[in-house]
């Protein structure tokens, strides 16, 4: 796959491989200093015909990805809207502590919001950014009047669906080709279900070093890797033991949703990571939230995003 133009010029490819036939929308990397000096970046989308309108809806994206995982979503929403990278993800700087944990990301997600928004969101968070949209909703009410979760509870048993991120991402940290990387991503299921759209995938995430190898951009690939190492070397260590999965799960999260004061919504894939007993624990514990089954895997937002974005529309457009 040749280097596109900017990174905004797959966005009329998407559209038409999906059948959306409004006008594309305008594309926009922003970014921000944070007070220790780290960069915070974000994709900000508006319509073509109202270039400067405010986001009105949010999204955060699961560990190992990035704010590109939701164009196809946002093709599909056809409002404003920005896609942040997380911390240690995409253009977003690595944290020197490696706490990649939600009510650490959520204060960065918080700045970026006061910098890029103009009122309170439809806040969208997948995976890691679910339990990381939960914590800002918790903490910062003004700055979301909904809260979407999607495929993830604190309760996910770290040693069932999530393995598939911890295997996937503890290979080795570099390679020659995204070839090598896009063909990895399809061996364990992820990329979007094309060989296409896992390219632009691994385009994405991914970067050439100096010495011509390509790594992951993201932080979480190399913590993978080295509690996978370091894992090997102590049998007696279980895998799950202080991971960069496990860490992003714990009791916190609960708290941290009940903290919740927006309407709240779980979204589910059918065979994604969230149970139907993980789902019945998150209703047991938020009997005002709602729970949606949809026909995916983890990654909601590039299995079905068509009928994602549609669906947060209404939800936006309602709210």
Same mark, same amino acid.
């Given at each position: 796959?040749?280097?596109p133009?900017?990174?905004?010029? $797959?966005?009329?490819?998407?559209a038409?491989e999906? @059948?959306i036939?409004?006008a594309?929308?305008r594309?926009e990397?922003?970014s921000?200093? %944070?007070?220790?000096g780290?960069?915070?970046?974000?994709?900000?989308?508006s319509p073509? =015909?109202?270039?400067?309108?405010?986001?009105v809806?949010?999204?955060?994206h #699961?560990?190992?990805l990035?704010?590109?995982?939701?164009?196809?979503t946002?093709?599909?929403? &056809?409002?404003p809207a920005l896609?942040? =990278?997380?911390?240690?993800?995409?253009?977003s700087s690595?944290r020197s =502590?490696?706490?990649?944990?939600a009510r650490?990301?959520?204060?960065d997600v918080?700045?970026?919001?006061?910098a890029w928004t103009q009122g309170?969101?439809v806040?969208?968070g997948?995976?890691?950014? @679910?339990? +990381?949209?939960a914590a800002l909703?918790?903490s910062?009410? *003004?700055?979301?009047?909904?809260?979407?979760?999607?495929d993830?509870?604190? &309760?996910?048993?770290a040693?069932? &669906?999530?393995t598939q991120i911890?295997?996937?991402?503890?290979?080795?940290? *570099?390679?020659?080709s995204?070839?090598e990387?896009?063909d990895?991503a %399809?061996a364990f299921?992820l990329?979007? @279900? +094309?060989?296409l759209k896992?390219e632009?995938g691994v385009?994405f995430?991914s970067r050439v070093?100096?010495?011509?190898?390509v790594e992951?951009k993201?932080? $979480?690939a190399? %913590?993978?890797?080295?509690?996978?190492r370091a894992?090997?070397? =102590?049998?007696?260590?279980?895998?799950?033991d202080?991971?960069?999965?496990s860490?992003?799960?714990?009791?916190? #999260?609960?708290? *941290?949703?009940?903290?919740?004061a927006a309407?709240t919504t779980?979204?589910?894939g059918?065979h994604g990571?969230?149970?139907a007993?993980?789902?019945?624990? $998150?209703?047991r514990r938020?009997?005002?939230?709602?729970?949606v089954?949809?026909?995916? @895997?983890?990654?909601?937002?590039e299995?079905?995003?068509?009928?994602?974005?549609?669906r %947060?529309? +209404?939800?936006a457009l309602?709210?």
């Open positions: 796959m040749s280097d133009i900017d990174e905004f010029s $797959f966005l009329p490819e998407q038409a999906a @059948g036939d409004r594309v929308p594309g990397r922003v921000i200093t %944070l007070p220790d780290r960069t915070l970046s974000a994709l900000r989308y073509a =015909d109202a270039p400067d309108a405010s986001p809806v949010t999204f955060l #699961g560990a190992g990035n704010a590109h995982t939701w164009d196809t946002v093709l599909a929403l &056809g409002l896609a942040i =990278d997380l911390p240690g993800h995409g253009d690595w =502590d490696l706490a990649y944990v650490v990301l959520a204060p918080a700045a970026g919001m006061e309170p969101q806040l969208v997948q995976s890691l950014g @679910g339990l +990381t949209a909703a918790a910062r009410p *003004d700055l979301v009047r909904e809260l979407v979760v999607i993830i509870t604190p &309760g996910v048993d040693n069932a &669906g999530p911890r295997e996937f991402f503890a290979g080795p940290v *570099d390679w020659a995204r070839d990387l896009v990895r %399809l299921g990329g979007g @279900g +094309t060989r896992a632009r385009y995430n070093r100096p010495d011509g190898r992951w993201h932080h $979480f190399h %913590l993978a890797n080295a509690a996978s894992s090997k070397a =102590d049998s007696a260590t279980p895998a799950a202080g991971d960069a999965v860490a992003v799960l714990g009791e916190s #999260g609960w708290e *941290d949703l009940a903290g919740v309407p779980l979204i589910r059918d990571y969230v149970t007993d993980d789902a019945a624990e $998150f209703l938020l009997p005002e939230a709602s729970v089954v949809v026909p995916s @895997g983890h990654n909601v937002q299995e079905i995003p068509i009928e994602l974005g549609e %947060l529309r +209404t939800q309602a709210s």
